[in-house]
């Protein structure tokens, strides 16, 4: 099959080479023609995927109408930010677009499902999401997430077409439930690092991830999605590792928000976008307009947003009234 | 309140202390007198408690029915291989006593309040459980936790007499699913463990805890338990914290199994006892008679009493067949 990455980052990559190793015939595309030039001459992803080779057979491209031209099924792996604006190639295209970016889009309250249905009327979006860090699935390490697509026969042909022995993908219908675990996981993440940033410790951050579990189910039962998607892979697995691991880049991008640093600063630095930033704005949005109480998501908007002090922030939130469990 | 502390290890030190803060007369029990002696001569509970006074103002004793007989409060911190032989000095004892002993006995299936209900009939058994390492909570570090107790009134006093500015304590009146959930958890513990000990990631032990939950809920509710408490402190709370934390005790046990260390040899060089190992022996029967399907337990008892390779039985548990999620 001929299929396009959107997006050259870690996680395009990532699955770019998984898919090749299915013997896809693979298009990379990135908006940077110098990262694309570096691709092709170093045979890696550098900073994006230390370590790990990239094929010679890929096609690399900075044009994105080239790249979807010929495509059978289409990745979007592109940061929450631009992902209307790129997809916007996809206009004519009829076939799956599998997106892996987690984010809620600012004015519209969209997913990026939610968008797909308005820049690629004709295709067939699919979420693909999970506890999945890209340079652990270039290794190779024992992974495992979920494709969501409301047409079950599509999320079967996703779950087909990605699954390998170390890459294990189950189907769930419910896109909406999926698409938000993933996108409200990296507001959380960004508490818990501000957690290990004043030098509190596992037992702070389990509490926090407990009560955001409930707190990510309440705003997406709100928005349509199922409750018991928050439960699975794409909510609480994805959520524990990012809030837990040291490879989370929101949780890192907190960590140093707990330790003094001004948010600004903090993205100005990072090769990478933290998508919790951003998404902290949206989600508080979105829980304002359904009558959503979210006292997490409010707090690292406060801190992200309104220069509220770390301290505080965490100390309001981990000292709410006694009360029963739930 | 006089009350007095079954137990000397770190988390019935820890426990000791906090009480103490609140200026109750503290008694605290150990079975060790050379322990008791060291306590009382260093004022300290090392290797248990590293680092933390012991206050001056305790009554140290290896003397059970001495310890327990003008108590008007007990907590119970032992583990769970004496904790019916210890607490068989509590016959007469009319008053709450606080269950921290996190296990399942072997022969009876019984919880470690499901025990106190035989050796201490009066007394009005309450389990405290949720995401508490000792030495965090010795520290001052912020921490959450439940307090169950069938009777509503008895958690509420017990919940009001532990509860700090940093140790937060919820009420439940399901004790089953708080006891289940911390006895429980141990085991899982041990399987992410032997993950990181086979150099598997993050990804791997968020899709292993996100199954885990699944199976502890299961079994759980077969004895009775509410599901919902698997979503709380003493479900989700604790089991990501002991499969994520480099301070646990059962993830470090599996660690080391994953390297390919024995199981009695490991056991040999702990301080502490690591529950989850007797735990997977009773866990495992309890599933058996209650006809339940508990795959990671089955795989840990498995390593732990059948001398199965590490390697092979995570290879089974992350490569189950294709399915939706659920």
């Known amino acids: 099959m001929r299929i396009t990455v959107l997006g050259s980052g870690a996680w395009g990559t990532s699955l770019a080479c998984l898919l090749h ?30 370590g790990i080779a990239v094929p010679k057979e890929f096609t ?7 790249a ?24 004519d295209f009829a076939g799956i677009v599998v997106s892996v970016t987690k984010g809620i889009e600012h004015d519209s309250g969209l997913s990026m499902c939610g968008i797909l249905a308005e820049t ?37 042909e ?8 170390m890459f294990r993908v189950y189907r769930s219908q419910d896109i909406e439930g999926v698409e938000l675990g993933g996108a409200l996981k990296n507001v959380i993440a960004i508490a818990a690092g501000v957690s290990d940033g004043l030098g509190f410790g596992d037992n702070s951050k389990a509490a ?10 309440r705003l997406g039962v709100a928005c349509g999605a199922q409750a018991e ?20 880049r929101n949780r890192g991008f907190g960590e140093r928000l707990g330790r003094g640093e001004k948010p600004a600063d903090i993205s100005a630095s990072m090769v990478q976008v933290a998508e919790g930033v951003p998404t902290a704005r949206s989600a508080r949005a979105l829980a304002r307009k359904h009558g959503v109480e979210t006292p997490i998501i409010d707090e690292v908007h406060a801190m992200l947003y309104e220069e509220k002090n770390a301290r505080q922030a965490l100390q309001d939130l981990l000292t709410r009234e006694l009360k029963a469990e739930g």
Do not use: Y
């Open 21 to 50: 190793q299915a013997r896809h015939a693979i298009t990379l595309w990135g908006h940077d023609p110098a990262q694309m030039d570096n691709i092709r001459r170093t045979g890696r992803n550098e900073p994006f995927l230390p």
């Open 158 to 165: 996703t779950q087909e077409l990605f699954h390998r022995p």
């Open 229 to 248: 998607t928050f439960a699975g892979l794409s909510g609480i697995g994805d959520l524990t590792v990012t809030c837990f691991s040291k490879l989370s």
């Open 68 to 91: 979807v031209a010929r495509a059978e099924l289409i990745v979007a792996a592109l940061p929450s930010q631009v992902f209307r604006k790129v997809t916007a190639c996809l206009r």
């Open 208 to 217: 926090l991830v407990t009560r955001a579990i409930v707190e990510m189910r």
């Open 60 to 66: 690399l491209t900075h044009d994105s109408a080239a």
């Open 120 to 156: 690629a009327p004709r295709a067939r979006p699919v979420a693909l999401s999970g506890p999945t860090f890209a340079l652990e699935v270039a290794r190779g390490i024992p992974t495992a997430c979920v494709a969501a697509s409301r047409n079950e026969a599509v999320a079967r």
